[in-house]
């Protein structure tokens, strides 16, 4: 899953918990009314069984009051029907990196949390809207460089987002999931030239497990279902495991 390969441990080395911003869209949010928290559940029961201490931060917040038996910190950086950058009439997560009413009125919501890992998975709704994929990769890219701007010592671990069910039934245009594809194919490369550079960076792929379990993963058409989102939790967790 790639990143850099030093011992650096982005994590509070005190025993105190590590801050951890979940950065995206609706599918950071959790957008389903059945599944409230998203990924978040599943990715804190896997730490809290394996000992770690971790919280989760950002403006936003939902979720269960507790998760086996363990108060659940509910706070999150999604926000629904957003893109890379605004456009098209939607708004995007770049702008929570400077003041915005919609994320912080007072300023970037990194230095503001200042998390030790930030999870994000973002570029779905520019796929939606079909808005120029080719340079969607550079607007990652960009985005990405900014956080590092803003928090040089942060671990970002990227995700290449699920793909659509691609079913017609459900209202889903049916080449989503081709656009989707080869925008995460373009995404190793964003990565590897981070790491390359030198940032504390990681890659993980939540498109191929979702790509021959798309009717039982996916609830819509984008949007995990309860299933799917445990499917995104353990992925993360996967990456994050040997960071905590």
């Known amino acids: 899953m790639g990143g850099t390969t030093t011992d650096y441990r982005p994590c509070p080395s005190d025993g105190s918990a590590c801050k951890i911003m979940p950065f995206g869209d609706s599918i950071t949010d959790g957008y389903n009314g059945d599944t409230p928290g998203g990924y978040r559940v599943e990715l804190f029961r896997r730490a809290h069984a394996d000992g770690k201490n971790i919280t989760f931060v950002g403006t936003g917040s939902n979720g269960p009051s507790n998760v086996d038996g363990v108060s659940f910190p509910p706070r999150h950086e999604g926000h629904s029907g957003w ?38 998975m973002i570029g779905t709704n520019d796929a939606i809207d079909n808005y120029d994929m080719a340079n969607a990769p550079k607007r990652l ?25 691609g079913d017609g039934t459900k209202g889903d245009d049916t080449g989503l999931s081709a656009r989707i594809k080869t925008y995460d194919d373009a995404i190793p490369a964003v990565v590897k030239a981070r790491a390359d550079a030198g940032k504390h960076i990681s890659i993980v792929d939540m498109y191929t497990p979702f790509a021959g379990n798309k009717t039982s993963l ?27």
């Open 218 to 244: 996916i609830e819509d058409q984008w949007h995990p279902n309860l299933q799917g989102y445990v499917v995104l939790g353990t992925q993360w967790y996967s990456v994050l495991k040997p960071l905590l």
């Open 141 to 165: 890219g960009d985005l990405i460089d900014t956080i590092y701007t803003q928090l040089p010592n942060v671990w970002i671990v990227v995700a290449q987002p699920i793909p659509s069910r």
């Open 83 to 120: 893109t890379i950058y605004p456009a098209g009439g939607r708004k995007g997560i770049s702008q929570c990196l400077q003041a915005n009413a919609d994320c912080l009125k007072t300023g970037s919501v990194m230095p503001e949390y200042k998390p030790d890992v930030v999870l994000l």
